[in-house]
């Protein structure tokens, strides 16, 4: 059985509720995610912009190709964008550990040659922010997961959870507040 | 929070966000004004939340780039001592080295300091004496806008490293958008920059390596100049040429900002920082450096900086005009689009170009002049620089097509090189062919010819000088029409240059795409020579070429007879292998694919690739023309890997000889990411076409098939992607281009449109879509034979959309017209025809005629499983919605 079908089959037992599936489907599509990015890079070292959202499409195309039914595909990428934030995560961790807990001034920095350092750090800030916002609103969190970190559009979005584009929306918006809040430390009366 | 509590907080939040920001406190206090946790609970999300609609995004995208990015760097760890300072923290690191936030470990200064520890060693005794010496002169060097050099030395590790001034601030491109510095402000800013460099170049001190990030701008609003003179300190010898090796270019420069003379390794000087600063001040105003490197290896860069003139600011402010990019530049200027072009044209278009002159005696003699025009510019006194004239530039690019230099400028010279090129070339391969055969008298006749050629371009760039056209840009088309015009007149007594100038003129229209001018002029040119001189050398080539606009034209039979007849020609005027002879064989090659007699397209290229390759050796455009037909036979019979490898070979062999700009190399750009896309390398194909479409706009206008090809080729990577929207604009953008250059009945145009309603089916929007499928047919019902598989591919397209839309009757109609036509075509059992009789099937259920419908799946499936389709997607929804019609049945 192809690549392809093998990963359409996992998509669909895993819609039907079989929580199993995911946990096959996970593993090959986080090899799937490192390939294109490092395959990515080796092609173009530098001045590349490289896209979270871009890798999650290509993934897609490689993985399932492009002649699927409408729903399958935001289903499809529901779980690759939450494969790439872990592949996200994993990374900054890792870069972390290689600065001996990365306590990297968050500073203007000064030399011409060194932009965008503390980002790792952000991120697993963010993510931790994330983490907490799923247990107060899921959906909400689910919805930054979707968007952000998958490229869903706000149709697909509210396919996969089963709402109004509008409500994604909303719940976008509040998740956005509440994470940066978070984030810079500005907590109201949580 | 209780979940009871969140939910009142969300809903309110949700309310008075929707609301304007005026209406929110009100709002705000009505709906949780007696409950303060939860009016503070909300309150801290409305603060975060302005922020947050950018900051979150743009935090995950750099997350992504930095996590996945390859990083490395310099060893020392904060914490350590280096010399008598003790490192705080890294503030970051890059291709020099790290730096670090440090303090003097001894206590002797309370100042803190930014420590540079270099990555390259000092390899020998020699360099380290010299990093002293200039060290010295640097830290001599004061200036309240320039950080000091303190102090320096070597680590244990024996790496060198450099205490500077600590500076907080912000990059002065970003400073300035970020407090939305209007134009003048900008300006003021950049004088003081340049008073900074000023006294620096007094003490004999350049920077060498100028950009925004080595500029940063204090709170106080003033700027501070890092690194002055650290890129001489780091050259490995007094000299600058290793400048210019790979590698050494790579980390010590800047590519967007370094002038031509250091790319090359020429010596750097006072000039050197005038170029950059221009760059600088381009960047400032126009809101992107002059030139981009979507791949900056060290070839492309120099071929760039030293040969491509850019875009003046106010032409590149005006390309991005309709975009959001376009009006964010204006608007962080405190401007609009049209505002800004307006302000930038005219003597701020010419102090940035003058800084920016590819010869440094040419700019401005000192940091002063230019500082001084702007001075001027801002109390509305004239400036001191002239924009170069058309002369000036037509002078330049007869002199360099003279060194017989593959080369192009801008414009209109760009078109004109790359005909009188041609011609060049051909003279060059004819001369050296026919030496043996006694043709000292052919070559004088050459000779004479080509200048006659040279002058006659000359004087049409005389004509043109924008002094005489109100300063508007004379177009091409203008020029070349003009051209034209002279020749119909003129020349009758001197037929080979008279037909040599039609041939040229008559190329550069076909670059332009204007095939019937093209045409029209080619063929007089092979009139003429037919008559006066048969046996010319010139015939052979100008038939091919002929041949070729045909071609494009559609005209495939007369494009074949003109091929046999260049092949014979050729054949008779040429002993053994000859460029127009493999022409030729190339042309010959396209014919036989496009009528697909594949197996002698295959052929004819392989022998015109031979012979190319014994005229030329392995590296030549016309060899990479070879690959490039072969790959896309190869892409036809399926043989992807071969295609890709042909394609790939060809493609890197033009943009080497050639160049990224030369119309070849941009054409080719679609081919390769048609390769991509069918070995599915969907996000490289995109790329590449990104990388290029800037320049094919500029080089062959924005209405060119060429663009429109491309375009084309970017939408269906949109597609594949999920961007729906930009497949949308492109198909869009694409059909308009076609309908202009082509015609509105052309086949191409229905392509297009073919490929917009595919993906705004995609997207749901079918009322567009049938808008789009209905243009596609009717132009294929009118250019192609009835009951053409082109048409019954659109009615089954339709059919689809119908079914999409639940309207069975009509889909139903398609669907038997679309099955009718390809079963006129096909034997009975081509998969087409199943595909015909699963749309039927769908169309059927729709129309809610049930049991038709169910019949009709039950008859395909067995014949689906008999072509070993059984298994399939396709044949996994028949059996759905069969089990669904049973179901309800």
Known sequence: ?190 | MQPDRWRRAREIFDRVSDLEPEARAAALEELAGGDDELRREVESLLVASGEAETDIPRLIGAAARSALATNDGGTVMPGATVGPYRLINLLGRGGMGSVYLAERADGAFSHRVALKVLRSGLSDTGMEARFRSERQILADLRHPNIARLIDGGTTDDGAPYLVLEYVEGRPIDRWCDEQRLTVEQRLDLFREVCAAVQSAHRNLVVHRDLKPANILVTADGHPKLLDFGIAKLLGPTTHDHTMAITGTLDRLLTPAFASPEQVVGKPVTTASDVYSLGVILYELLAGSTPHVFANPSATEVERVICRDVPDRPSLTVRRSAGTPAGAETARLRRSTPDRLVRRLSGDLDTIVMTALRKEPDRRYPSVEGLSEDVRRYLTALPISARPDTLAYRARKFVSRHRGSVVTSAVGVAAVMVFGVQSAVNARIATVERDRARAAEERARVEAHTSEKVSSFLVDLFRVADPSESRGADVTARELLDRGAAQLDAGLADEPATRARLLKTVGEVYTNLGEYDEAAELLAESVGVLRSEDPSSPELPATLNELAKVRFDLGDIETADRLSREALAAARRSFQGDHRQTAMALNNLGWLAFEETRLADAERYHREALAMRTRLHGDEHDEVAESLFNLGTVALELERLDEAAELHGRGYEMRRRVLGDDHPLTLSSVGTVAATYEAQKRVAEALELIDGAMPTAIRVFGPDHPDVAYLEVMRGRQFRFLGRTDDAVASFREAARIERLSRGPDHPYVGYAEIQLGTVLVTAGRLDEAETAYREALRIYRAAYPEGDRNVANVLGKLAKLEIERGDGRTALDYARESRELFSRQLPEGHSELLEGDIIIGFALAEAGRTADARSMFESVLPRMEAIGHGDGPQARRVREALAALLGTS
């Open chain 1, 1 to 190: 059985m192809s690549q392809s079908t093998d990963v359409t089959r996992l998509l669909h037992r895993w819609r039907d509720g079989d929580a199993a599936a995911l946990d096959e489907l996970t593993p090959v599509l986080y090899n799937e995610l490192r390939r294109i990015a490092s395959g990515q890079l080796a092609r173009e070292r530098r001045n590349h912009t490289l896209q979270s959202t871009e890798i999650v499409h290509e993934a897609y195309v490689r993985l399932i190709g492009t002649d699927v039914p409408w729903k399958d595909r935001a289903h499809f990428l529901a779980v690759a964008a939450r494969t790439m934030r872990r592949l996200l995560v994993d990374h900054a961790r890792a870069r972390g550990r290689e600065k001996r807990g990365g306590d990297l001034a968050r500073v203007t920095l000064q030399p011409s040659d060194a932009r965008a350092e503390p980002v790792s750090e952000e991120l697993l800030t963010l993510d931790d922010a994330l983490s907490r916002l799923a247990t107060q609103d899921g959906r909400a969190a689910s919805a930054v997961e979707l968007h952000h970190f998958g490229g869903l559009t706000y149709d697909e979005a509210a396919e996969v959870l089963g709402v109004s584009a509008a409500t994604v929306k909303r719940d976008l918006r509040v998740a956005r507040a509440w994470i940066r809040r978070e984030m810079t430390g500005a907590a109201g009366a949580a």
